[in-house]
């Protein structure tokens, strides 16, 4: 079951990293991950990176997708965008975190939207 989710949710990020580039996203990096957490997409966009999670949908439960990233996965993916400007020497980028939700039915995505600066964060040192 959970390697099918995975499966899923693949789906739904390559659909939002379509969705963003069409709106002049540029998509540096794909699920950043380490032994911290993970984020779904960072991409930048005038001048400005951004976090994106990325949150798929198969059914009506469960809320909303930007429902479902809370206080500890805001405060994950925070963490996880310095390490990613640190270790790229971005360090006095400006940052926020955006939501992309995916609407699956049938397989096939249905609808998508997103959410931009969920929360601004401001990551420089």
């Avoid at 390559?14 to 069409?22: D, G, H, Q, T, V």
């Avoid at 032994?35 to 798929?56: L, M």
């Avoid at 640190?86 to 995505?109: A, F, L, T």
Wanted: charge should be positive.
């Amino acid at each position: 079951m959970k390697r099918d989710n995975w499966q899923k949710g693949m789906v739904g990020e390559e659909a939002a990293a379509k969705f963003l580039k069409k709106k002049n996203f540029k998509i540096l990096k794909r699920n950043f991950r380490n032994r911290y957490g993970e984020v779904d997409i960072v991409a930048e966009k005038n001048n400005r990176v951004i976090f994106v999670e990325v949150k798929t949908k198969f059914g009506e439960g469960f809320g909303e997708p930007w429902e479902m990233v809370g206080r500890r996965k805001l405060g994950q993916i925070k963490r996880m965008g310095k390490i990613y400007l640190s270790q790229h020497n971005m360090m006095n980028s400006w940052c926020r975190i955006d939501v992309v939700g995916v609407w699956m039915k049938d397989g096939k995505v249905e609808k998508i939207e997103h959410w931009e600066d969920v929360r601004s964060v401001d990551l420089r040192i």
